[in-house]
């Protein structure tokens, strides 16, 4: 995995989402949330500067994931290296 410690939390989040095979509306509707807001976050929109650390570790949950993979770069490449975790 290649270092790339601009990623933001929304690249982080479509990367792991991506590894567990899930759309944006299915993220959406495990998160009783709007597809519309998945987006938001994955394209770094407002809503993704402001996401507290509750929405954060369930975001981690539902994607298999400790939270430190969507704010740490090494812990995110470690992420995506290791077998996928069925969602807490």
């Keep these: 995995m290649t270092y790339n410690s601009c990623m933001n939390i929304g690249q982080r989040i479509r990367g792991l989402r991506g590894r567990a095979g899930l759309t944006q509306t299915a993220l959406a509707q495990r998160l ?4 519309a807001y998945v987006a938001e ?7 993704s500067e402001g ?3 509750r929405q954060a570790k369930r975001i981690a949950a ?3 994931v400790d939270v430190t993979a969507l704010v740490s770069q090494p812990h ?7 077998p996928e975790r069925a969602p807490a």
């Design 41 to 47: 976050l994955e394209n770094g929109g407002e809503k």
């Design 51 to 53: 996401v507290s650390v």
């Design 62 to 64: 539902q994607l298999g």
């Design 76 to 82: 995110y490449d470690q992420a995506l290296a290791q």
């Design 32 to 35: 009783a949330t709007s597809q």
